[in-house]
């Protein structure tokens, strides 16, 4: 167990798997109470119990984060309940696959309920807690797919390149009341939610021949640098876009062996 949040109240949502989950670990790890969110309440638990075997210090609140309300509601009995809230982490996101012309309106909005909604939402309410405290530090959570676009994703393109401005907006906003706002920008990261594109060997060699360091990222590793940005260490860090994509994006273009 380390001190780098020792005494720190943090918030993850999307904290019952993949990245959120291993975030919720190393952040326990370190010290902090993690509160982590979902729809799952048995996902959640198994987390829970995770991290309490170890001697961590973790509690799960069941919501919804594409619904105002039930997100809202969370965060506010998570710091009344603990009296501060010093870290959010919006991590929680959704997505809809296919041509934009076969794209219903609906599928389209659904990328933006939760990604960008349920972001807004949550760092609404963690803004009421954290300016009148005069300090904290939000990370919310794009995707190479807003620096870069990708196609058959566009509306999860579109929501997370809002998130990039988004952050930029509130850490310009919210400097001068002590709270900061930064965000990653993962590459391939092996979760459930790329288990589609890394069925199979051949389908994963062929990505890691796009990625300067051959290899696609664990969510371990997004986990440390999720950490970086929510601890004091990086008290001189907000408006930042972070890249955590083993140099894809730092590539104009890839030779193939």
């Known amino acids: 167990m380390g001190n780098r949040l020792a005494g720190k109240v943090a918030f993850i949502t999307g904290g019952s798997s993949g990245i959120g989950r291993s975030t919720a670990i190393r952040f326990a790890e370190e010290g902090a109470q993690v509160v982590i969110c979902g729809r799952k309440l048995d996902a959640l ?11 961590g210090k973790i509690e799960a609140a069941q919501a919804d984060v594409s619904n105002e309300a039930e997100i809202t509601q969370a965060i506010e009995a998570t710091a009344k309940k603990h009296g501060r809230l010093d870290i959010l982490v919006n991590n929680a996101m959704a997505y809809s696959w296919g041509a934009i012309e076969a794209t219903s309106t609906e599928d389209w909005k659904s990328n933006f ?10 760092t609404r309410a963690a803004l009421k807690i954290m300016k009148p405290q005069g300090s904290g530090s939000i990370v919310n959570m794009s995707s190479i797919c807003g620096v870069f ?11 997370k390149a809002a998130i990039i401005n988004f952050t930029k907006a509130v850490a310009a906003e919210v400097g001068p009341s002590g709270v900061r706002c930064n965000s990653i920008i993962p590459g391939v990261v092996d979760t459930p939610a790329t288990s589609g594109m890394l069925s199979d060997q051949k389908s994963k060699s062929n990505t890691e021949k796009l990625i300067p360091l051959k290899r696609v990222g664990n969510p371990d590793e997004l986990a440390n640098a999720i950490l970086f940005l929510a601890s004091d260490e990086s008290s001189y860090v907000t408006g930042a876009s972070l890249p955590v994509d083993g140099g894809r994006s730092a590539e104009l273009y890839t030779v193939l062996e």
Do not use: H, I, L, R
Not at 113 to 122: C, E, H, L
């Open 113 to 122: 309920s939760t990604t960008v909604d349920g972001t807004f939402w949550a």
């Open 45 to 55: 638990n198994e987390v829970v119990s995770v991290v309490q075997k170890a001697g």
């Open 149 to 159: 676009g990708m196609a058959w994703m566009a509306g999860y393109s579109a929501a």
